[in-house]
């Protein structure tokens, strides 16, 4: 059996030394009806996704190609470990939206709709199921307070808005990095039986603002820019009524996305689904910082800006293990992060002796988690040398403190106004921990 994933749906691979398929049960007639369907029609289409074999006489078991284990999320995890969010990873999610706008004009054209499930499009009804999702999955169990009648009366507002963009594309619904395969150097498309009649903007926000592939702003923009020009090989675009539709779509598919984790991580106890919470998080803080939409939504930003204030939010994605590893990002001008644990100690390690990217005009809006600041950092600095041996002493404490079974371990990275080289090595540090059995709970106090 291959792993679980955030399904009911349940897959083997099955093979005879040399060829491999795999076997897939759903008790959802309907739900593959429609997997099958579309399946079919893509293939016509020439659309890179995995061909089915055979389907059982009660449409519940079927075998389909198999397209290996790598899909784009883990070839990114790998890769960042080493390079950061490189080029390398870059070069893929081009790939990928290069295929997008075939998928939702080319594909969606003469798709047959009839067949979608559970609803045909991605309507007003849709839309408010996802909102009242996370209003009793998400904001009820993790107790955020909000006025019932206000926040329903935002999300009638908001629904009304979004219904009012163009909408008779194919809205593939689940487009984010774990359902995109790489094979034979191309990329493959699976899990798109969720489909339906929908705006353009839906799936690129699910692609550019997946919680965990945590995609740097500067590249998201690029990524942006580059969808824009392949859709106009595709349709006429006006480019600002897109941008200000978006923005309010990559708002939805966070609220939608945060609906899945509260169901499938507080009510169903899957952990992996709470892991996904911080980096959901940290996207809407990023979101609200500038948000500007043509319709007042008082309770509901409200509600998700308690939502970023959130500690117990934070930290409630971690693993189960005995040792939480919390890393922060700090300016000197603020003095040095006191220890929430109340245990005292842990490591302080001042960034300032670093070339500093702050001092660079092109770089006072920027951070160090933007693409350009770390192309800077590991150019024109000796971060890679300064953090060698910070990671040695880490670990030592981390190996030390798991076998003492201690609890809490801080460790605070300082520079001058906390937004470049502190934030690097925060962002590093952290990366290589969570290769270890601890809880990493990352802050920049000054983003």
């Known amino acids: 059996m291959l792993p679980p994933s955030g399904s009911y749906r349940e897959y083997c691979r099955m093979g005879n030394g040399t060829r491999s398929v795999i076997g897939a049960f759903n008790a959802d007639i309907k739900e593959n009806t429609a997997f099958l369907s579309f399946s ?6 020439g659309l890179p996704v995995p061909e089915i074999y055979l389907v059982s006489s009660d449409l519940k078991k079927y075998l389909l190609e198999d397209l290996g284990n790598v899909t784009l999320f883990d070839f990114m995890s790998e890769v960042r470990e080493t390079e950061g969010f490189s080029e390398t990873i870059v070069a893929e999610y081009r790939k990928v939206l290069k295929y997008l706008p075939k998928f939702q004009i080319e594909a969606g054209r003469d798709l047959d709709y009839s067949v979608c499930y559970p609803r045909q499009a991605f309507d007003m009804q849709s839309m408010m199921w996802d909102m009242n999702y996370f209003k009793y999955y998400f904001l009820k169990l993790a107790k955020i307070p909000f ?13 009304n808005y979004l219904i009012s963009a163009p909408s008779d594309f194919f809205l593939y619904r689940d487009f984010q990095s774990r359902n995109v395969m790489l094979k034979d150097d191309g990329v493959w498309f699976i899990d798109y039986q969720g489909g ?19 995609i740097p702003q500067e590249i998201r923009s690029h990524l942006l820019e580059f969808y824009l020009d392949e859709l106009k090989n595709y ?15 990559v708002l ?10 509260g169901f499938r991580g507080f009510y169903e106890g899957k952990e992996h689904f709470l892991k996904s919470i911080p980096y959901a998080i940290e996207n809407l803080k990023n979101l609200l910082a500038g948000l500007t939409l043509p319709v007042e939504l008082p309770e509901l930003v409200n509600v998700l800006h ?4 959130s500690e117990i939010l934070r930290e409630i994605g971690q ?15 603020k003095g040095i992060p006191s220890d929430p644990s109340g245990n005292g100690g842990g490591f302080v390690f001042d960034c300032r002796a670093l070339n500093n990217p702050g001092r660079h005009a092109e770089y006072n809006n920027l951070t160090g988690k933007d ?56 962002e590093s540090l952290a990366a290589h921990l969570r290769n270890f059995p601890v809880n990493v709970v990352l802050v920049h106090q000054e983003l």
């Open 40 to 45: 079919s029609h893509f293939i016509q289409k």
């Open 147 to 159: 006025d019932e009648q206000a926040l329903e009366d935002d999300f009638q507002a908001f629904s």
């Open 235 to 249: 349709i006429p675009v006006n480019e600002k009524e897109f941008t200000s539709y978006f923005i309010g779509f």
């Open 306 to 309: 308690l939502l970023t204030k």
């Open 371 to 426: 693409l350009k600041v770390q192309q800077f950092i590991e150019q024109n600095s000796e971060m890679k040398l300064f953090l060698k041996p910070v990671i040695t002493l880490v670990e030592q404490s981390v190996k030390n403190y798991l076998e003492r079974g201690f609890t809490h371990l801080s460790v605070n990275f300082g520079c001058t106004g906390g937004q470049h080289r502190s934030v690097y090595a925060a």
């Open 252 to 261: 939805v598919r966070i609220i939608q996305a945060m609906g899945t984790y």
């Open 196 to 214: 339906r009649l929908g705006a353009l903007q839906y799936d690129l926000a699910s692609l550019l603002y997946d919680g965990k592939a945590d």
């Open 319 to 333: 693993s189960r293990s005995s040792l939480t590893v919390r890393i922060t990002s700090f300016s000197f001008k």
